[in-house]
């Protein structure tokens, strides 16, 4: 049993490498979004910010060897971030484990 782990990956991309980045994911097609992930992460969502200057996505993966293996696709033209997320129901369940947290009888 793996268990997946969410990550928010974000992304800035710098002007003076925008439009040799735009020409690679701009000529990238599914399959090749699936061959730069690999087949050990799923891509959840991404979302690029306005003007095409960076954008941020939620993937999912239970290696940290095969996220930064995609990253380091991208590396020499953006500026990479990552950080480990969760869902609601995981940040309540955690909060809920505490005893600072404030328990309320109904």
Known sequence: ??????????????PHKRL???????????ED?????????KVIGRWHHMGG???T???ECSSA????????????ICELTVVP???DSVARESLH???FFPHHEK
């Open 1 to 14: 049993f793996l268990y997946k782990m969410l990550f928010q990956v974000s992304w800035s991309i710098s």
């Open 97 to 99: 484990s505490k005893d």
């Open 53 to 55: 200057g960076g954008g």
């Open 65 to 76: 060897a095969d996220l930064n293996s995609w990253m380091l696709n991208w590396a020499s």
């Open 57 to 59: 996505c939620i993937c």
């Open 85 to 87: 997320v969760v869902e």
């Open 33 to 41: 979004d699936l061959k730069d992930a690999g087949e050990n992460i």
């Open 20 to 30: 040799e980045c735009w020409e690679i994911f701009g000529n990238m097609k599914p």
